[in-house]
């Protein structure tokens, strides 16, 4: 019914008495071409309204089927019928359907609800927030998507009772157990962690719309503003994930809890995710003295230079600004023709053999004062983030691996009762350095320290099921907590390369952070 019909009658309502009545036999018949209706009430009093021939026809159905048996009147199959005419079997679909067909606004307050429980936005979430309201047309279009996947009509009442079903899953924890069952399949190697929600996956037989503009932009695993960013909330990405699989944000912690609640939880780190808690930070910093870094400076530079070139770590070099002339440096002998790193003593000899040979010859070093001469470049960012000090190999060498850890690892044990295995290697560091995954000698170490920091990390966290670990582009690899635990340090650094999962050692003297190459 329009809102002419609707505001037409509530006036008729309004004016009548208990004596009068709206016959609808009567206001149907007095329609007219113009669609114009004639209401008469008892005493005579009448009343016109303008509606269409369509309404018009709707009413003088209605009228027929309304009466005092038939408090209740439907619309099925596109005829009008009361109460007393429905067998036992169509009102129970007609109930079934009426429950199935909630209200938006309903299904707006339990998608709601869900996002609170999840404790992934702020408390508690607006209806306005932009990523909820994304995460809201991202189900509608995931309904939708699935009705159309499953060859059946789409229009509002299916859609609304495909809703239902899938927050009713969503709430049940069916869909994370789900995440579960597929991080069980996964062998080594990295995975997208939305290839989980595809319904080869799973036995939901749901079809997330992520092809779409909102499911795109809700894959994005960063902070969604400034806001997020600095109130520690979580991204799209994050956002969707605890929405769809549980959420739970741990009072203290960065990081995100997935959980059903039965026990089958999976902890998200961030790529450069902190695995530390309470490091000591003298340990942390005292490491990273065994490298050069990447800013090291003068001397460090010197130790550096000389350590390529084979050459005493007392020579003092210094750098002429401008490569000598190719004929020059081919008569000195110079192997790099365009070297500008010369030790005090060679330059000596340069200026000596120089000034003999070639009297007319001008440049920068012998024309500037010595105060003015370029400063030593840093070693290559290679060399500068990964390379051992000439003095740290001796420490490798006299220390075994659980000296070395003992002094280096800054651990602390947690409040929680967990045992892990603490079985490590006989032998120095300099024994088993070779037997650790790494492309440089920092790398290996890092994965060393950052195992072990690893396992002490359980100490001080609830339990978990799974870790996983995940790039901005979704790209993850994952880890059991009973692997973590149960594993020897080297075997579990060697079981996580396999899954690309690697550590760093972190700028902040925050400890070690993991990350997926």
């Known amino acids: 019914m329009d809102s002419k019909i609707t505001d037409a009658y509530l006036n008729l309502y309004n004016k009548k008495d208990d004596s009068k009545k709206v016959r609808m036999t009567d206001l149907y018949e007095q329609v007219v071409n113009e669609a114009k209706v004639t209401i008469e009430y008892d005493g005579g009093e009448t009343e016109q309204i303008e509606l269409s021939d369509v309404n018009a026809r709707e009413l003088k159905d209605i009228a027929k089927v309304s009466t005092s048996r038939n408090p209740m009147i439907m619309k099925i199959d596109g005829k009008?019928?009361?109460?007393?005419?429905?067998?036992?079997?169509?009102?129970?679909?007609?109930?079934?359907?009426?429950?199935?067909?909630?209200?938006?606004?309903?299904i707006s307050e339990v998608i709601e609800r869900i996002a609170n429980k999840a404790t992934?936005?702020?408390?508690?979430?607006?209806?306005?927030?932009?990523?909820?309201?994304?995460?809201?047309?991202?189900?509608?279009?995931?309904?939708?998507?699935?009705?159309?996947?499953?060859?059946?009509?789409?229009?509002?009442?299916?859609?609304?009772?495909?809703?239902?079903?899938?927050?009713?899953?969503?709430s049940s924890g069916e869909l994370q157990k789900s995440f579960i069952s597929y991080l069980d399949s996964i062998g080594d190697g990295t995975f997208n962690v939305w290839e989980s929600m595809d319904p080869e996956n799973t036995d939901n037989k749901i079809y997330f719309a992520l092809d779409t503009d909102v499911g795109k932009a809700l894959q994005v695993m960063r902070p969604?503003?400034?806001?997020?960013?600095?109130?520690?909330?979580?991204?799209?990405?994050?956002?969707?994930?605890?929405?769809?699989?549980?959420?739970?944000?741990?009072?203290?912690?960065g990081d995100i809890l997935l959980s059903s609640g039965d026990k089958d939880s999976i902890e998200l780190k961030k790529q450069q995710g902190r695995i530390g808690k309470h490091i000591t930070k003298s340990s942390v910093k005292e490491l990273e003295q065994l490298f050069y870094g990447k800013d090291p400076g003068i001397i460090l530079r010197n130790t550096s230079i000389a350590d390529e070139r084979g050459e005493g770590l007392e020579t003092i070099y210094k750098d002429i600004r401008v490569p000598l002339p190719i004929e020059i440096a081919t008569n000195l002998k110079l192997k790099d023709k365009t070297q500008t790193v010369f030790s005090l003593d060679q330059l000596e000899e340069f200026e000596n053999d120089i000034g003999k040979n070639y009297p007319e010859f001008e440049h920068n070093y012998w024309n500037v004062p010595k105060k003015k001469w370029k400063v030593l470049p840093n070693p290559s960012s290679e060399v500068a983030a990964n390379k051992l000090k000439s003095t740290s190999t001796s420490v490798?060498?006299?220390?075994?691996?659980?000296?070395?850890?003992?002094?280096?690892?800054?651990?602390?044990?947690?409040?929680?009762?967990?045992?892990?295995?603490?079985?490590?290697?006989?032998?120095?560091?300099?024994?088993?350095?070779?037997?650790?995954?790494?492309?440089?000698?920092?790398?290996?170490?890092?994965?060393?320290?950052?195992g072990?920091?690893?396992k002490y990390y359980m100490s001080h966290i609830e339990p978990f099921k799974w870790l996983l670990v995940y790039k901005p582009d979704g790209k993850a690899a994952s880890i059991r907590y009973d692997t973590i635990i149960n594993t020897p340090l080297i075997e579990l650094i060697k079981l996580m390369a396999k899954k690309h999962l690697f550590f760093g050692i972190r700028s902040d003297d925050q400890g070690f952070h993991i990350e997926v190459h």
């Open 120 to 170: 992934i936005f702020d408390k508690p979430v607006s209806s306005f927030n932009s990523t909820l309201k994304n995460i809201q047309q991202f189900l509608i279009d995931s309904a939708k998507l699935t009705l159309k996947e499953n060859n059946k009509k789409v229009n509002a009442r299916t859609v609304k009772g495909e809703l239902v079903r899938i927050l009713g899953i969503i």
């Open 452 to 454: 072990w920091h690893l």
């Open 80 to 106: 009008w019928v009361g109460s007393d005419r429905l067998t036992k079997k169509q009102l129970g679909d007609t109930y079934a359907e009426v429950k199935s067909m909630a209200d938006m606004g309903t």
């Open 396 to 450: 490798l060498a006299d220390m075994s691996v659980p000296e070395f850890l003992t002094k280096y690892s800054g651990v602390s044990v947690g409040e929680k009762n967990v045992e892990f295995n603490s079985e490590l290697p006989d032998g120095s560091v300099s024994d088993n350095i070779g037997k650790i995954p790494g492309n440089s000698p920092r790398q290996k170490i890092a994965n060393l320290v950052g």
């Open 224 to 253: 969604a503003s400034d806001l997020a960013a600095t109130r520690g909330a979580a991204g799209p990405g994050e956002a969707l994930l605890a929405f769809l699989y549980g959420g739970v944000k741990p009072e203290g912690s």
